[in-house]
């Protein structure tokens, strides 16, 4: 639960593939013959931003031209929600979703001020799903609602179903960010997939900056639900249901596998399915103005594959080009001849991660005095190989056999020259009376330092101020994350951190290791709470991390039930992969100052961006073994190397 005031962006939603498949599924609750819908979808890079701050009554307010100085500001009571809901216009979404959330949750009420907002209005990227979103996460993350992404999607649906629009369930897409999502509509039943890109895609969307009657084809082709009465009606059904599944599964292999020109003859074959067998249902789905760019001889040069947007007609149009090149001059076409303009989204695959941090800066209070005598990093442990090393050295060898090429140590104000002697050669005479196989591991120590940037924490302001001093280190890219004073064994063949590395190509977000612990060590960690997302149990979904809460807290909150039924808790396991989503959230929190027992904590930033990037939670196979507890550190010393 937050009392601050936090920053939220929600984007809009680009339907890649199904359109109109979501409403067409909910019919399976009157004729089961009808086929499953199915859609593929994605954030776009366009959205809204916005602060909120808990409030008496809910209040939106911008000082954006579009608003013209409007602003809802109603008390927390459903009713007179419901009503502004009911009303219509762009405030009855949010007044739909705050209905929504009073009823069913015990909160009070919120002030959410839109700061900026570069998606465009009814051009069929749903920004009334969007703001919907916004509101469901503002109220989930200040009243701490614990509320996954799916319970976000639903409290918007729900809200939404609220104003006059009536809109589809693959909007609430967005809540997922900018990710493509495969999404399955059964009737009410709601079921939703991410999925990680094999390879770079570039999209450019673009505004037909013309019109369609919305409202007109929704009714057009309802009229052909829940039973067709006849072949025109049959063909819509077809279109919507097997058809639409078919190209769907295909898109999902295109996007997964990486093939850009498979996908983009997908694009031009369900447009042109979508034409022939629904189009006649609908004056409206002739879009001359949509047909008449996806016909553009120049247009067509250009790109791989083009369709049309959210309800089809002369709304929007997406293309998917080859490269950035492509893209450019397709946006410069588009904009200088035809008049349109448009927007980019490029979806990219699970990056890898090639730069690690480890903070070594603390005081080492806990195992002073011999922290006096050599830093936590430097403490001995025997290897797994028989030799006596510094920790430091372990975590080293590992993270370059996980395929980490930058390592950054933050370290404290003149402990650098200490650190560079460490990494030195080794003086000669020592060297002839080695072993050959320590003189082989002399030559690696010095080959570490060629991996090695130092960062200097002046001022000792806790774990997240010396993370985010890596910032300018990381440069925009996913870090892994160590801490000083933890060395892992795996207890597969493949390495903690190679375990932790393949989580986060597989999800895409920011993502925590945990490990399970018992209910009356949790006072001593970082506990994280979720859902899991596999069968196995490996992979959570987080929807709130608490830094070393109570154990009553801990035991009505916090714990997490398996398939069997059993109430686990897991504490964080010490590697973490970090993207600048994370480091963008530590400069408002050190910007703010939102210092927490007089330091800047690394879970309170990754607790704010769960509900805008998203966190994962990831249970490798392996164990930690503790350096900055006496107790702990005997039995590292007795347990590691076996």
């Known amino acids: 639960m937050s009392d601050h005031k936090i920053s939220l962006f929600v984007p809009g939603r680009l339907c890649l593939f199904g359109e109109h498949s979501d409403w067409a599924g909910v019919y399976r609750t009157i004729n089961s013959d009808i086929e499953i819908g199915e859609a593929v979808v994605t954030g776009v890079e366009q959205g809204i931003y916005a602060t909120a701050e808990k409030a008496e009554n809910f209040i939106v307010e911008s000082s954006l031209g579009m608003y013209h100085g409007e602003k809802i500001d109603c008390p927390m009571d459903t009713a007179k929600l419901k009503e502004i809901a009911q009303d219509g216009g762009f405030f009855s979404y949010v007044a739909g979703t705050a209905s929504y959330i009073n009823e069913n949750y015990s909160v009070g009420g919120v002030r959410i001020t839109v700061t900026d907002m570069d998606l465009p209005v009814r051009s069929g990227l749903s920004s009334s799903a969007a703001i919907c979103i916004l509101v469901a996460r503002a109220f989930n993350q200040l009243y701490g609602l614990k509320m996954s992404i799916k319970g976000e999607m639903q409290a918007a649906y729900r809200g939404e179903q609220r104003t006059p629009s009536r809109c589809g369930r693959l909007d609430q897409a967005c809540a997922y960010g900018v990710k493509p999502v495969r999404m399955i509509f059964d009737g009410v ?64 292999r295109a996007i997964t596998g990486g093939d850009s020109e498979k996908l983009g003859e997908l694009m031009n074959l369900w447009q042109e399915n979508f034409d022939r067998k629904v189009m006649p249902v609908c004056d409206e789905l002739k879009g001359p103005v949509l047909h008449s760019v996806l016909n553009d001889p120049k247009v067509r040069e250009l790109t791989l594959g083009a369709k049309g947007v959210g309800s089809q007609g002369d709304g929007s149009v997406q293309f998917l080009v080859k490269d950035r090149e492509a893209s450019d001059e397709l946006q410069k076409y588009l904009l200088e001849k035809l008049g349109m303009p448009s927007y980019t989204l490029t979806l990219t695959p699970g990056q890898l991660v090639k730069r690690a941090v480890i903070p070594l800066a603390g005081y080492g209070t806990r195992v002073f005095p011999a922290t006096k005598a050599m830093k936590k990093g430097m403490m001995p442990v025997v290897d797994t190989d028989g030799m006596l090393k510094p920790s430091l050295f372990i975590m080293i060898e590992h993270l370059l056999e996980a395929g980490i090429d930058e390592i950054a140590l933050v370290i404290g104000e003149n402990e650098r020259e200490e650190y560079e002697h460490l990494f030195a050669p080794i003086d000669e005479g020592l060297r002839h009376r080695l072993p050959k196989e320590k003189r082989d591991y002399a030559d690696m120590i010095e080959r570490f330092s060629n991996h090695i940037t130092y960062i200097v924490q002046y001022e000792k302001l806790g774990f997240g101020h010396a993370v985010w001093l890596t910032k300018e280190f990381a440069d925009g890219a996913p870090v892994l994350l160590l801490l000083g004073d933890f060395l892992y064994r795996s207890d597969t063949t493949e390495l903690c951190c190679t375990q932790v590395i393949n989580a986060y190509r597989q999800t895409g977000r920011p993502l925590v290791s945990v490990a399970e612990t018992p209910l009356n060590e949790v006072g001593h960690y970082g506990i994280v709470h979720g859902q899991w997302k596999d069968t196995a149990e490996t992979l959570m979904e987080v929807d709130s991390i608490v830094e070393k809460p109570t154990d009553d807290y801990a035991g009505e909150y916090l714990g997490v039930m398996n398939s069997r039924k059993e109430k686990k808790y897991y504490k964080v396991f010490g590697q973490y992969v970090l993207t600048k989503e994370v480091y963008e959230e530590l ?7 939102r210092l927490r027992n007089g330091e800047f904590q690394l879970t309170d930033a990754l607790d704010a961006i769960r509900n805008t990037a998203g966190l994962s939670a990831f249970r490798p196979a392996g164990r930690s073994f503790d350096l900055g507890l006496p107790e702990k550190y005997r039995s590292t010393v007795w347990g590691y190397p076996e």
């Open 189 to 252: 039943e709601i079921d939703s997939e991410e999925l990680l890109p094999g390879a770079v895609f570039h999209w450019v969307i673009a505004d037909l900056m013309a019109s369609k009657d919305t409202i007109r084809i929704l009714a057009d082709m309802n009229r052909c639900y829940p039973f067709a009465q006849n072949e025109r009606e049959k063909l819509v059904q077809e279109a919507l249901g097997k058809d639409n599944r078919r190209i769907c599964a295909e898109a999902v």
């Open 587 to 593: 400069d408002r929190e050190i910007s703010e100052g």
